[in-house]
């Protein structure tokens, strides 16, 4: 450990209530925490007098919140240290986090090499395998034997970021031809030639360009620690690791629970989330929304007459709406994981429609007698009264019911579909969207219903 | 590999056309697949015909469909020996899966010391640590050197599900020491006392009853590759794995995602959830949301009179009531991963209200301005006549848009932490019931509005 580095403390620092024994005895994640609870000036300066090595640990940690803005905190030489020292992939999402001008600022401080590999990571879009994997992994070439790699593997074993997966390389052309796990290494015998090692399988690999879910989806069902990212002529470029993935798993779910209640995906934590930039991440969708949904003022100005007419109408409008909205939703939701998660296929949009379409028309019915009930018990028990056609009026309210719980299903269903054949991200259907697709409609077929059903009556 | 296995063909197998070469050249994931693709017996006569091992790793993935219909089909000789080759977690999953004659059944198929096994595991309810953790892992007493234990693991290799985290044991007491990974065992000297590899502190460890939800995060924050499950006495109970983890996690967004959709969670693929199945996991919170949604037709009803004079404000309804329930949903997706991710507690509730208070009114006045320009313009380019006052509508539409937008950014913010509070879990705020707490309340704000605005004109 280099316990040394504890001696350069800043004059500032020196008067700052934090313990610093406290926290070089916890674990990472709790030091982590600890700093997100501080201002920035009090975090920089704890940083500062940590040992270079578990500073590194500190910025290597997806949780810490600010990291970008700490590091800039940072005296410049130490900054470049610890951005050299941490894993390049988490180094490359810092960078992302800043903006042009601070960037090139924090790119300035570090040495040739880690800028090379930085800026390899850089060049591809968030959200890619590129983007999330590491450049320092373990390889060996194809001629070794077992000893040689176990004896390569403990010479290089501080500068990797896991070498759980060795990876061997046709020595003439560098690319890969096997991977062999830490674990079918050791139990090897030190003379066999390592690619003897393993099943003789196709490795599992991708490619820069990979999304990061799919990459999670083939290390879950791989039950892989690693897996390689291969250039164009089968060239490692680098590795995604387990850890990566399960963060990856983690922002995208929270995309995925975001995007379905309609805000624009975030992974920053909420309290740091400024006011302008939250009102920005609700306000498109609001009031796209808001605008769709202008159309249900639209269509009961359509019905004008009839509402005028018939006022009672207007007392279960909100109940019918949700309705369809609420079945909608639950509709969206489970087919978004069901694409999500490889169990449906585009091609199986028929088979769901045909689900769908009973499933609806029966919760419909369920609902629709409850609502009916209701009607009928408030009529009876002389809690309100719906005139002397109250039983069409429930009628209308129960075929109201049915039609549109059974369009909602339908619709709800089928717009994760609509989305993928778009080439849109099924998640990005969301509650709001679904419940304000169905309003419109709903307040149709409603109205619809009740010119069928009481014409000549009350209409 | 023990390829006589693949003699003992079944005749109704042998006239199969499924070929059986393809199989075995195959990534366990992708017989998984294929076999999830095809009908009960199809599937079972290609399992007979796999060799036992391979035939244990598909069982052990948790992509298998109909696992627990799928050991029953079997021989029972080889439904025991499959049974005892796999992961005890897994196993248990499975035996989880069937009902109580089912369960029996299975169990009598195996031997005593793998029963033995599973009935530890089955003790612990479904969602816990030690229902997902294996019994399979590594450990050596503190007195081994490190030569001691990698001769040790290069014995047990083949037995263990992971063996990259090595557990060191009091030799007396048989508790938990310290854990050391593989990595550090392969940097260290031969001769060095197990004990003295990695740093000293306190292993990260969980209890039999920990939820999953929080063995992950713990996998998560600390890039684990496995935890140990403790119990009172501090012994290993058996350990939870990274693989075990992730597929917890994809389990719990699913269940998240749907619960937010309205739906009782479920991991079952969407296409093998039975008609009365699905209409049970949908009907419940549909009736119990339409239910609570018939206060919106009291609160309409109360309000009659003044739905009489002026049927022009009805138009509206829908409109605002949505924005109500949109922005409330919002704000509960933001809230419950917040929540989930740990970057909010339950005495952060008060930080957020005053957060959300002032984006809720900006969010409703910009929705107001858009809703106030809609009714000008349309009474201005003659495309609907609102009447006379049809100034004072628009003010009462947009200010109602203010006070129901705000209140269901707050009322959408603080669920998450209600349910928190009374020992829900906050995912359970689902956007259906967010809409529909908000639509009760967003009708009296609108029809409160419009009789402070419009009392002595159209009221």
Known sequence: ??????????????????????????????????????????????????PVERAVEVFDRPELARAGELILELPEELA?????????????????????????????????????????????????????MTTEFVSVPATYTVAQTLEHIREVERTRETVY?????????????????????????????????GPNREPITVKGDTHREEVARLISIHDLLAVPVLNARRQVLGIVTVDDVID?????STEDVQKFGGV????????????????????????ALFIGEMLTASAMQHFED??????????????????????????????????ALGQLRLRDWWRVAVRE?????????????????????????????????????????????????????????????????????PASASAPFVATLVDVTGLVIYFSVALLLLRGTLL
Chains 1, 2 share one sequence.
Not at 248 to 252: K, M, N, P, S
Not at 265 to 279: D, H, R, S, W
Not at 412 to 417: A, H, I, Q, T, V
Request: proline share 5%; hydrophobic share 50%; glycine share 8%.
């Open 1 to 50: 450990m280099q316990d040394n580095l504890l001696t350069p403390v800043e004059a500032s620092a020196a008067a700052s209530p934090v313990p610093d024994r406290a926290f070089q005895d916890l674990h990472v994640a709790d030091i982590v925490e600890r700093l997100n609870e501080q201002d920035l000036e009090t975090a920089a300066s704890v940083l500062v007098r940590l």
């Open 80 to 132: 470049g240290r610890i951005l050299k020292g941490m894993s390049a992939d988490r180094a490359t999402d810092i960078l992302h986090q800043l903006d042009g001008h601070d960037h090139a600022k924090l790119l300035a401080r570090v040495d040739p090499e880690t800028l090379k590999s930085l800026q390899l990571l850089l060049a591809y879009p968030e959200g890619t395998a590129g983007s999330i």
């Open 165 to 197: 997966a060795i990876h061997v390389l046709d020595p003439a052309t560098r690319t890969l031809v096997k991977v062999v796990t830490l674990r079918q290494l050791i139990a090897g015998e030190p003379q066999q030639p390592i690619v003897e090692l």
């Open 248 to 252: 990856a798993i983690v922002a995208e």
């Open 264 to 287: 624009e995906g975030t992974v920053e934590p909420y309290l740091q989330i400024g006011f302008a930039n939250m009102i920005r991440k609700r306000a498109g969708w609001l009031c």
């Open 306 to 339: 009839e509402l005028a007419k018939a006022v009672v109408l207007t007392l279960f409008i909100p109940l019918i709406m949700s309705s369809g909205g609420n079945s909608g939703s639950q509709a969206t939701s489970l087919l978004i994981r069901a694409l």
């Open 357 to 425: 379409i009973p499933t609806g028309a029966t919760l419909g019915a369920i609902l629709g007698v409850i609502g009916m009930i209701r009607i009928a018990a408030w009529q009876k028990l002389g809690i309100f009264d719906y005139g002397p056609h109250w039983r069409m009026i429930a009628l209308t309210v129960g075929a109201g019911l049915v039609g549109i719980v059974t369009f909602g299903s339908l619709a709800g269903s089928m717009l994760p579909f609509a989305l993928k054949r778009l080439g849109f991200d």
